[in-house]
């Protein structure tokens, strides 16, 4: 159908779900792709056939692929097919670079450097790239010819692909002072140069070579969308290098074209989150543009005031200023910012994001990864959060007024707050996330928690309740009744699963396998109910006695639920689907009992940690996991011994391959930190989380920058509280 000639109105839909039936996501060469492979280089030679620019990207992704794919993948017969036709259709796609299509004959291009690190016949594929370039017109070719040429080689150098010197020859070759148009190719010559020697080109003149009058801006990527793209770019030519590309940032951050400045904003947030080292340097270049004409770089200013956290506070006043900005965005990531500072004046605008949901106000909590700044809508919840810790009592009067009309909406008609609905759920965990932080100013919320406390989902309440402490003391006549039905249906619920397991024979099925019976998301196992209520009771009124007579009454009921759950998996896998589930029950479990034991510490009798302790030794393929953490917390607290917490605390905190750091991270370095002098073993660990500027976290934004900003507190605290000597 590709191939029938004339007009198709469909033909862009064939070729794209040809797409994504033989190439899809990448990673592997299937016997489909390496069945097309023939037919897709015989259309793309086929003369005034639409659509080939397209097929010749897609044979394309299948060349990169080459260089891509890890073993066995590689070495997989589909993948040696697809290689064999690649070489077999050598001559016809070097013919493609004389096409009189120039979009033909840039993707051939692009795809003849990709093709040239992997293939037998690599020499002559550059010999034609390089003669090509002795010919052609098209200005923005030639610009490509020579950056996807230094990209290939400096990707087979990092592969330790034989080809790359020969590749080098040839970039060389396009670089060493083109015989036409040097002063419109003298920025890609001088950035493929850069890739091969670092050293060889500076910024500076990167940055003259792209400002240059005689530098042609449609024939370059980096001006595309009027300039918003250069700084990115050029920081990019730089590489790891983080002075220039800071001083490339400084260069075009005050540049008279707006978008320019707009790219500049953009490369600062992808520094900051890259390097602890550029806050310091970028923050009072970003607060300046707070003032800026153009009002997407007022908000990107106030955007990377917020990442930075404690360093953007001397912008406040300016900030302060901004939440009268006519540019709405800008207004709201103003308060967004003066909230992660803890500044009063964000209070006003928060209240009233509580009543209005706003299409350019604030959203809902996004993650990202990756190393570039995502300037996405700021978060609500993280908003609330961080102002209500120095202003609660002023947030309070309204999360409550917001929690009441929350749980309103879920009310049944004989006006009981029972059963939740689903969608009401996100709201009440941020409401309720946002109270906690208020602490025992949220003791004024009381009557709504315990209308919370009656629903389906009483483990909200017992968040806030918590941090309220003794100022909630009359809710314990409710977390007394929500604990007591809690244990009864974990009794009812054990005791279906052993008869069916009786009568059966089969091993215990998971908790929520039972026919009939759907895990509701966010609720919880009555187990793990009881266990919650019953440390939040313990939060309020200390009682001992009643916390450890419910760990035991749930150990009991468990027991079921609870066999074999020490034994481990040999392979680190379970055997099946329902044995994965109890599995993930079994820790659930082990960290929830956890939890209870350790504020008992010694107290809490070391026969009760039994348990836990030994679910945590059989599954040290779990040990980084949010489950471990606590339970090698609580074996420390309870038994005095930190050799087991170490191990898993040394376990999460080791790098190895890894360089980021995630929440599971930072619940370590909290323990850590309150392990104080016990802790030493670790020191050399923290450090290394301080003697380094990249950063070491695993999002994206600002949620990057700040998740490395309290690993580093975190660090430097846990590391004060070490004898002197040990650190």
Excluded at 396 to 424: F, I, K, M, Y
Aim: aromatic content about 4%; some cysteine.
């Amino acid at each position: 159908m590709l191939a029938r000639p004339g007009e198709d109105p469909e033909r862009d839909a064939r070729l794209y779900h040809l797409d994504a039936s033989i190439y899809h996501q990448g990673g592997a060469v299937y016997s489909a792709g390496a069945a097309a492979m023939p037919f897709l280089i015989e259309l793309a030679a086929t003369p005034g056939l639409p659509s080939r620019p397209a097929i010749v990207e897609l044979i394309g992704r299948f060349v990169a692929l080459q260089n891509e794919m890890r073993e066995p993948w590689r070495s997989a017969e589909p993948a040696v097919s697809c290689r064999a036709a690649l070489v077999a259709g050598h001559d016809v796609l070097v013919a493609l670079l004389d096409d009189g299509d120039h979009s033909v004959r840039t993707a051939v291009a692009a795809l003849l450097w990709e093709y040239a690190r992997w293939s037998p016949r690599a020499d002559g594929a550059t010999k034609a790239l390089v003669g090509r370039d002795a010919v052609e017109t098209d200005l923005a070719l030639r610009v490509s010819l020579r950056l996807d040429g230094a990209r290939a080689v400096v990707e087979a150098r990092e592969s330790n692909a034989s080809s790359a010197a020969a590749l080098a020859v040839a970039v060389r070759r396009l670089t060493a002072a083109p015989d036409r148009n040097p002063d419109a190719l003298r920025l890609a010559c001088l950035a493929a140069d850069k890739r091969l020697d670092p050293a060889a080109v500076s910024w500076r003149d990167l940055l003259d070579g792209a400002l240059a009058p005689t530098t042609p801006h449609e024939a370059y990527s980096a001006w595309a969308e009027n300039g918003s793209l250069l700084a990115r770019t050029l920081c990019g030519m730089c590489g790891d290098d983080t002075a220039e590309r800071l001083n490339i940032i400084r260069a075009l951050i005050g540049h008279e074209r707006a978008q320019v400045r707009a790219g500049a904003l953009q490369a600062a947030g992808d520094a900051m989150l890259r390097w602890r080292s550029a806050v310091p340097a970028l923050v009072p270049l970003a607060g300046a543009m707070l003032t800026d004409s153009e009002p997407e770089n007022r908000m990107r200013s106030a955007d990377l005031l917020a990442a930075a956290g404690t360093a953007g506070a001397a912008f406040d006043d300016r900030l302060a200023a901004a939440l009268d900005d006519p540019h709405p965005p800008t207004a709201i990531r103003a308060a967004w910012a003066l909230a992660r500072h803890g500044d009063v004046r964000a209070v006003p605008t928060l209240v009233h994001a509580l009543d209005h949901e706003e299409k350019e106000g604030f959203g809902p909590s996004a993650h990202y990864s990756g190393h570039f700044y995502w300037c996405s809508r700021p978060p609500l919840r993280e908003a609330l959060v961080a102002c209500a810790t120095r202003h609660g009592s002023l947030l309070v009067p309204a999360l409550r007024s917001a929690l009441a009309r929350c749980l309103a909406q879920s009310r049944t008609g004989d006006g009981a707050v029972t059963d939740l609905c689903v969608d009401s759920l996100p709201r009440l965990h941020l409401l309720c996330d946002a109270l906690a932080a208020c602490g025992p100013a949220a003791a004024a919320a009381v009557p709504e928690l315990e209308a919370l406390l009656a629903s389906t989902h009483p483990q909200l309440a017992c968040t806030v309740i918590e941090a309220v402490g003794s100022a909630a003391a009359h809710c314990v006549p409710h977390l007394e009744r929500v604990e007591r039905m809690a244990l009864e249906a974990s009794s009812e619920r054990m005791s279906a699963r052993c008869a069916q397991h009786t009568s059966s024979g089969a091993r215990p099925a998971p908790a929520d396998a039972w026919p009939g019976q759907r895990r509701v998301p966010g609720l919880a196992d009555p187990w793990i109910v009881a266990l919650t209520a019953a440390l939040t009771r313990f939060a309020v009124v200390g009682d001992e006695a009643a916390l450890r007579n419910t760990v035991d009454e749930v150990l009991t009921s468990t027991a079921t639920l609870r066999q074999g759950a020490e034994a481990g998996y040999e392979d680190s896998r379970p055997e099946s689907a329902t044995a994965a589930s109890a599995t993930r029950d079994a820790a659930t479990l082990a960290s929830a009992v956890a939890r209870c034991l350790s504020p008992l510490g010694p107290a809490a009798g070391a026969s009760r940690m039994s348990w836990p302790e030994q679910w945590l030794r059989a599954n040290e393929r779990r040990w980084r996991s949010l489950e471990a953490v606590p339970v090698a917390w609580a074996h420390w607290r309870v038994t005095g011994d930190s050799g087991l917490a170490l191990q898993v605390f040394q376990r999460v905190l080791n790098p190895g391959t890894r360089a980021a750091y995630s929440r599971l991270e930072l619940a370590v370095l909290r323990r850590v930190v309150d392990m104080g002098p016990e802790a030493g073993a670790l020191a050399p660990l923290l450090h290394a989380c301080l003697d380094r500027d990249e950063r070491i976290s695993d999002g994206a934004g600002w949620r990057g920058v700040a998740l490395d900003d309290e690993v580093q507190e975190l660090a430097v605290a846990a590391l004060a509280a070490l004898p002197t000597g040990s650190s």
